[in-house]
């Protein structure tokens, strides 16, 4: 089955640029019916999605976040990743990836997540 | 895009059932059928629990119901167990292929 896991720095400097890499085995991010997607969860608090990369390479973001949001895929390495620029303490928090189902709008399953503080 | 409304706690006793609400609007739950549900125990990732409203991934017990009236989800959890004390959180496709989840209630058996 499907697996994701995060991988980048814990720890990202304020107004620099926070980057995470998600890897996926047991199925191809280049294969149709998926959304390889990044989530975040502030310490304590609720779900946020941040935007998904389609299999086409498309990608969708969260109005409130886009100015600063890149999602992009490395197709040979079945990996996805997230640019997030000029982070403040705001952006501190557990960044999650996931496939969401194409279709359906359901995301399964959720890599186990990554701390990323932003802090000097 | 506003997040979705979910009361910040629930809770009932073992065997009992809790619906927990989830309020959005016509630009989100009112005009499409891709509710879904996540359960996210401490220090875990979420785990999709119902999707397209109602439906149940394989390996999801029939203890956990989705339903939607409106611009309102809720979630069921009948025969409550220990085991079902976690946070959930609804999402909801929001048009223009985004999404928008709610700020999660907290789940407790007595």
């Known amino acids: 089955q499907v697996q994701l896991q995060e991988s980048g720095p814990g720890l990202v400097k304020p107004s620099q640029t926070l980057s995470l890499t998600c890897t996926v085995s047991g199925g191809s991010i280049s294969s149709g019916g998926s959304y390889w997607s990044w989530i975040r969860q502030h310490p304590g608090k609720g779900l946020e999605w941040i935007g998904y990369i389609r299999y086409s390479g498309t990608t969708y973001y969260n109005p409130s976040l886009k100015s600063r949001v890149a999602i992009s895929e490395d197709t040979s390495k079945n990996q996805f990743s997230l640019k997030l620029n000029s982070v403040t303490a705001a952006d501190t928090a557990v960044y999650y990836c996931?496939?969401?189902?194409?279709?359906?709008?359901?995301?399964?399953?959720w890599g186990q997540g990554t701390l990323v503080t932003v802090s000097s | 895009q506003s997040a979705l409304t979910q009361p910040p706690s629930a809770s009932g006793s073992p065997g009992q059932s809790v619906t927990i609400s989830c309020s959005g609007t016509s630009s989100d739950i009112g005009n499409y059928n891709y509710v879904s549900w996540y359960q996210q125990h401490p220090g875990k990732a979420p785990k999709l629990m119902i999707y397209?409203?109602?439906k149940r991934p394989s390996g999801v017990p029939d203890r956990f119901s989705g339903s939607k009236s409106g611009n309102t989800a809720s979630l069921t959890v009948s025969g409550l167990q220990a085991a079902d004390e976690a946070d959930y959180y609804c999402?909801?496709?929001?048009?223009?292929?985004?999404?928008?989840f709610g700020g999660g209630t907290k789940l407790t058996v007595l």
């Open positions: 397209e409203v109602s």
């Open positions: 996931a496939r969401v189902i194409d279709g359906v709008a359901a995301a399964g399953p």
């Open positions: 999402s909801s496709y929001a048009g223009g292929n985004t999404l928008v």
